[in-house]
Structures are given as C-alpha cells and as structure tokens.
C-alpha cells in the first residue's frame, strides 16, 4: 500500500519567513492532494495536482508535483499568522484521479506575529 | 464548500449501542466518502460510494456499514459501538470540476 511521509511534522515560524513543507511517496504518484486543518474542523481544499512537473498557486501558497521523485512539495512566502494550521497532503489511489485517498500524518505550522 | 452537511456534529454514545452518522451533499456529487480522524494514525479512509447502491469497503471498515440510497446522502452506521470507535468522522465527495475532493466538519463522536 501507499505510504506518505511529511517534513517536518512540525514548524514554528515568525511572520514574514518563507517555509516549505514536503510530503514523499513510497509509490508513484499519480496526483497529490494538499489540504489544510484547523485543530477541531475540517479539511480545507488547497490544490491538486495530477501531473509530473505541474505547479500551481493559491494567493501566497505554491505546490508542486515532482513525479519523478516521487514528491510534493508546498511553499508558503511571508507567512502570516492565518497560514497557521495542520497542513495535509492525501494521493489517490493508483491511477485514478478519485476519492480514495492515502494520507500524510500532516505537518503542524505555528506562525508567530 | 462543496455543501457538505455531516450530522451530528458531536455524539456521545455508550458501548454497545448503534449509531448512524449522515453526510449530505448539495451538488449531486457522484462520489462519496466516509474517512476516520485518529492521533498516530492520521485520516483512513472508511467505506465509499460510487453512486446510488454502489458502496465499497476502505482500508478501516470492520464494525461499520454503509448505505446510499440516494445521490445526496451518505449513512455511515455502527452496529454496535465500541470505545475503539471514539474518533472524528469525516465526509468526503468527488465529483465536480477538476476532481476535487471536498470534506465536511466533521462528527465527533465518543463511545463511554
């Protein structure tokens, strides 16, 4: 089965830094997920990615898919304290682009004002 | 938002008893998705849906069942509560414009 491996579990910033937070395959990845999670609510969808190579932005977030490495990677610039939170990445299931989603154990990011 | 409605929020239930959490969805995904929420375990995906009668078991699915007997609603049902069941429940669909995969809030449920 697929396994997903997140660095660093956890990340303390101040504001205003640039972070990154990567999430590794044991199989090849056939697209990535990124969501992000308040303690206590729900997921919050951030990007998907499906192809080798693709990178996509969101305001201040950019993720990429590394297919070759077998990587995902998520970078934040001039964090601010809003961007605090557990981050998620999740990959579906061989080749198909649907719902049955492995995840990560998630990295926790705490931005200090 | 995806118009996901997960009811209840929060439950408490006693050993032993049944227990049925439902997910409701607004813009007639066809996919459909129950995922669990525990500490050192992360989100395990439960049971699926792939359309109306069209269920499947996840990678965490002894002591639930499920049902959908229409587009919009999803049941996930414990037969018979256990305190290994304590968790977050998460719903899950797919379905829309470019794949995306959206979640509820979330019930919290806990089993004394």
């Known amino acids: 089965s697929q396994e997903l491996e997140q660095s660093p579990q956890s990340l303390i910033v101040q504001e205003g830094k640039n972070l990154t937070i990567n999430c590794t395959s044991s199989k090849t990845l056939y697209g990535l997920y990124w969501y992000k999670q308040k303690y206590g609510e729900g997921l919050i969808f951030l990007m998907m990615?499906?192809?080798?190579?693709e990178e996509k932005s969101h305001e201040k977030i950019t993720a990429k898919l590394d297919e070759k490495k077998q990587q995902s990677s998520l970078h934040i610039t001039a964090s601010q304290p809003s961007h605090a939170g557990i981050y998620l990445c999740g990959a579906p299931e061989g080749g198909t682009s649907y719902g049955k989603l492995t995840f990560g154990q998630g990295t926790i990011l705490t931005v200090h004002p | 938002d995806a118009g996901i409605t997960q009811s209840p929020r929060h439950k408490v239930t006693e050993t032993g008893t049944p227990v049925t959490l439902r997910c409701h969805q607004t813009e007639n995904h066809r996919y459909m998705y129950w995922y669990r929420q525990d500490p050192g375990h992360g989100l395990r995906l439960i049971h699926y849906s792939y359309g109306v009668k069209d269920t499947d078991k996840g990678e965490v699915s002894d002591g639930y069942s499920v049902s959908r007997s229409k587009t919009e609603d999803f049941l996930l049902t414990l037969e018979s509560a256990t305190s290994s069941q304590t968790s977050v429940y998460f719903c899950a669909t797919a379905g829309g414009k470019g794949n995306t995969i959206y979640f509820g809030e979330g019930s919290w449920l806990t089993v004394v």
């Open positions: 990615l499906q192809k080798g190579g």
